[in-house]
């Protein structure tokens, strides 16, 4: 199954105010969406997405026993994170997963200044919200906030920018060399969109 980085713009300060709130009529409408949405996974998997969605409403977040998440988890973070929003969606996902694992962090993150790998690699990697540590069986999702893009626009930038200037520089640059520049510029217009929006990021790389 081919991998795509989903990254859209949303309130983190919503999000953290479901969190913990006991809001019952908020984990009847999370259930619904998530049969509507996902009724196609065994239901073993949707009791999990269900159980840990009501929890962290009722009760909040992090899971004190529990330390590492899976797909079920990254499932319940999303729909945490999408419920009552006004989401702002990017083309991200119009590219494959390769672009930015083999190319903007595999190939490029050592051009990179400290933000900005830490930024990529938590894009790759994930942030968790559950438990200590985030999905390691290529579901890993983050939210970030938007002072920290802020942050990282320029070094994104900077990034791209050199990435462009290598390839310029080859005499037979491949099509995969173009591809980079092509995706490193179009990342960084994905960030600027959802930071002149004053939105916080989610992402999804599965």
Known sequence: MSRRLNMWGFSLAKMRGLLGSRDRAAVQQLQYRLAEKYGYLPEEQRKAIDG???RAVMEGVPFRELEAENFCHSVAAELLSTHGQELLFTDASDYHGTA???GLWGQYRKH?????????????EG?????????TDGSAYAAI???????????????AEQIAYR???K?????????GVEFADAFCG?????????????????
């Open 145 to 159: 906030s938007l002072a920290k893009l802020r942050g990282i626009q320029r070094g994104l930038r900077d990034l």
């Open 100 to 102: 930015l694992e083999d």
């Open 167 to 169: 390839v310029g520089r």
């Open 190 to 206: 994905w960030v600027d969109q959802i930071v002149k929006a004053e939105r916080d990021l989610w992402s999804v790389f599965a």
């Open 127 to 135: 942030i968790p919200l559950f438990g200590s540590r985030a999905p």
């Open 52 to 54: 840990s969605v009501e």
């Open 112 to 124: 990179a200044g400290p933000e900005t790998r830490a930024f990529l690699r938590g894009l790759m």
């Open 171 to 179: 005499q037979l640059a491949s099509s995969d060399d173009k591809a």
